[in-house]
């Protein structure tokens, strides 16, 4: 098995009108890489995001606007180095964690998904906290094996995964990718991450949103088992 390096990974996310954020999200990857990641954005946004973004050194895909999975499922899907880390560009996940990330993917795991639930997640809103340990219990129960966070936006993937899996979700994305891989057999790992308040606005309902997710693992698990 091949040991992947920086250089080996490209750290992706959906980009919609976080100028607040975007400058300390893209600085905090270079640092902890030395620059040799490669960053993609897709960005929906009307605001500086993508002027700062593509100053900063990173690839920016164009995309109206349609929600977070449309956007994230084109950021997973274009790089060609063999590693994808996914993070939200709202400065919540630590970037401090991508070598312990890469070190698990090296040590032969398929996905490593940050978990901010097992530690706290005490600067996540309350309302979020709850409909977040409910969607991990949720899927626990379909999948018949136990997860702890099924909503973070911090998770490495093998590429190789992410291409060989067809995503039908949009708000319920984030799920997906994990759910989809955990119940073909791929190598899952959580690890416990420190989670911070967000920069900016947030750009989901939680009301909506959360409904939407719900219904996502509901259906993804249903579909897997049927495959079983
Ligand atoms: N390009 C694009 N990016 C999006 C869209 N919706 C959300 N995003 C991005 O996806 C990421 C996740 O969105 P957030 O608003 O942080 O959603 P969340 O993490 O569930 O909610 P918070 O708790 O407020 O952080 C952020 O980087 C957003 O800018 C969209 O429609 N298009
Ligand atoms: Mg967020």
Same mark, same amino acid.
Not at 112 to 116: A, E, I, K, L, Q
Not at 170 to 173: M, P
């Given at each position: 098995m091949?040991?992947?390096t920086f250089d080996d990974l490209a750290v992706v996310m959906g980009t919609y009108n976080e100028e607040q954020a975007i400058g300390s999200v893209l600085a905090d990857i270079d640092r902890i890489t030395d620059g040799r990641a490669e960053i993609v954005c897709v960005d929906g946004s009307d605001d500086r995001t993508?002027?700062?973004a593509r100053k $900063? &050194?990173?690839r920016v895909v164009e995309q109206e606007p349609q929600g977070y999975g449309v956007a994230v499922k084109e950021a997973v899907l274009t790089p060609d180095r063999p590693v994808v880390v996914t993070t939200d560009c709202d400065d919540t996940y630590p970037m401090e964690f991508l070598p312990k990330f890469l070190e698990l993917i090296n040590e032969g795991y398929d996905v490593?998904? @940050?978990? =901010?639930i097992s530690p706290g997640a005490e600067t996540m809103p309350t309302l979020n906290r709850w409909g977040n340990v409910g969607f991990a219990r949720l899927a626990s129960f379909l $999948? @018949?094996?136990t997860v702890h966070d099924t909503t973070t936006g911090m998770r490495a993937y093998r590429r190789d995964l992410l291409h060989d899996i067809e995503w039908t979700e949009?708000? &319920?994305?984030s799920a997906e990718l994990l759910l989809r891989p955990a119940m =073909? @057999?791929?190598k899952i790992a959580e690890v416990p991450i420190p989670y911070r308040e967000r920069a900016g606005e947030t750009k989901l309902d939680p009301f909506s949103g959360g409904a939407a997710i719900a219904k996502s693992i509901v259906k993804v698990c249903l579909e897997e088992r049927a495959r079983w």
């Open positions: 091949s040991t992947y993508p002027e700062i $900063m &050194g990173a490593v998904s @940050g978990d =901010r $999948m @018949g094996a949009n708000t &319920g994305l =073909r @057999g791929y």
